[in-house]
Structures are given as structure tokens and as C-alpha cells.
Nanobody
Framework: QAQLMESGGGSVQAGGSLRLSCAVSRYPFVRICMAWFRETPGKERERITSTLTRGASTVYADSVKGRFTISQDDAKNAIYLQMNSLKPEDSGMYYC?????????????????WGQGTQVTISS
């Protein structure tokens, strides 16, 4: 069955950068939507960015626009999240997720496959 493997994350000071990776295995890297969600205590899991594999339709949450960039490597069946100018409010658990469709939903219930999550902590 399809699996997602995340890597990256960690702790940095405000203003720093981090890069998250998410590799898809056992599923063709076509015709799917891949997204990054962020979860913080007391808040609903929020989609911060999503993109269609081998396509466009990339979107970002207003809170990360201009600072975060999602990219993909077709050869490695992977997507990445480059996070720059990090702020303490960016702290949280980050999840990679897949929606097996050619459209990207907004809510977590649209996504059927999830990575294990990786913690990002930004200190002020």
C-alpha cells in the first residue's frame, strides 16, 4: 500500500530556515494532490500549501505566503517544503498528506494518506 515518509524539521531560531521532505512510495507519482498541513495545540489541522503532482495549482495559506515554497522532484517521487523567515507561530507538527484526485481539498478530511508528522519548533 502507498506510504509517505517525511523527514526534516527540528528547532531553529526565528528568522531561520528549515526544509521538510516527503517521499511517496508504492504509488505512481501522477494525478494526485500533495499537501502540507500544520497542527498546533488547540487548533484544527490547517492546510498550509498544496500542489498537484506534475502539474500546477499550487496554493498557500496567507500565513506562509512569500515565506514557504512547495516543490516536487518527479524522479524521487517526493515533495519538499522550504520554510524561510520562520516565526514562532510557525511552530507545530507538520504533516505531508495525499489526496488521490486531481484536485486539492482544503480540509484534512479530503486527504486519505498521511505521513507520520515532523515537529517544527521556532524559538524567539
Amino acid at each position: 500500500q502507498a506510504q509517505l515518509m517525511e523527514s526534516g524539521g527540528g528547532s531553529v531560531q526565528a528568522g531561520g530556515s528549515l526544509r521538510l521532505s516527503c517521499a511517496v512510495s508504492r504509488y505512481p507519482f501522477v494525478r494526485i494532490c500533495m499537501a502540507w498541513f500544520r497542527e498546533t495545540p488547540g487548533k484544527e489541522r490547517e492546510r498550509i500549501t498544496s500542489t498537484l503532482t506534475r502539474g500546477a495549482s499550487t496554493v498557500y495559506a496567507d500565513s506562509v505566503k512569500g515565506r514557504f515554497t512547495i516543490s516536487q522532484d518527479d524522479a524521487k517521487n517526493a515533495i519538499y517544503l522550504q520554510m524561510n523567515s520562520l516565526k514562532p507561530e510557525d511552530s507545530g507538527m507538520y504533516y505531508c498528506a495525499v489526496q488521490f484526485d486531481r484536485s486539492c481539498g482544503v480540509g484534512p478530511n479530503d486527504y486519505k494518506l498521511w505521513g507520520q508528522g515532523t515537529q517544527v519548533t521556532i524559538s524567539s
